[in-house]
């Protein structure tokens, strides 16, 4: 139990085009999503806290409407990266917060979603 | 605010060796405590957790952790290492309300010597 899914794994675009990265819990409902995004070698930041049903929260230095987040209902959040530019680039990776009775304090991860853009 | 150092960003055991990884936090008061795995180009896997009573948790693939209080730490441990142990591993601290964000340490690579 406790998958989580990203689609699609690898992402290559232009730039100035959107991009959006779906994360989906399969097994479970997940009332909290979680964007992250890690760059080469380093740990994860997170970007973003989506609760269902309600706007985002974003972090500190993250832009908002650069990556707008919808996580409108309890198996899915998108991630939308509008105007993508290369800085962009980056692996994204997104998890998900079990909120109907399982063990809450736990975060299941997806396998990310890798976005180049050219 | 909550923090999770990680001491050794890179290193390398011989196959069958033991293996300890570092990992300090700083919060406010008992953090739930996590150590996941990274594979190259994968998402995080979960090998343990801690929330509460006896501080050594065991976890997936042989491996343990012991939660110390005094010492604000959460050491990952594994008697005798395998060569697909090789990954990334990192140790988070857990809000325990809220939202449970966590927190991330930077990170260990490690790397396996047949």
């Known amino acids: 139990g406790a998958v989580v899914s990203q689609h699609p794994s690898w992402v290559i675009c232009k730039s100035g085009t959107s991009v959006k990265i779906e994360c989906r819990s399969l097994d479970f409902q997940a009332t909290t999503m979680f964007w992250y995004r890690q760059f080469p070698k380093q740990s994860l930041m997170l970007m973003a806290t989506s609760n269902e049903g309600s706007k985002a929260t974003y972090e500190q230095g993250v832009e908002k409407d650069k990556f707008l987040i919808n996580h409108a209902s309890l198996t899915l959040s998108t991630l939308t990266v509008t105007s993508a530019h290369p800085e962009d680039s980056s692996f994204y990776i997104c998890?998900?917060?079990?909120?109907?009775?399982?063990?809450?304090?736990?975060?299941?991860f997806g396998p990310g979603t890798r976005l180049l853009v050219l | 605010a909550q923090s999770v150092t990680q001491p050794d960003i890179h290193i390398t055991v011989s196959e069958g060796a033991s293996l300890e990884l570092r990992c300090n936090y700083s919060y406010g008061a008992t953090p739930y405590l996590f150590w996941y795995v990274q594979s190259p180009g994968q998402g995080l896997q979960l090998l343990l957790k801690y929330f509460s009573g006896d501080t050594l948790v065991q976890g997936i693939k042989g491996f343990e952790a012991e939660f110390k209080r005094s010492q604000s730490s959460f050491n990952l441990r594994k008697p005798s290492v395998h060569w697909s142990d090789a990954a990334e591993y990192f140790c988070a601290v857990g809000a325990r309300a809220g939202s449970y964000q966590l927190t991330f340490g930077k990170g260990t690579k490690l790397s396996v010597i047949p």
């Open positions: 998890s998900a917060r079990d909120g109907a009775g399982g063990v809450v304090e736990t975060q299941y």
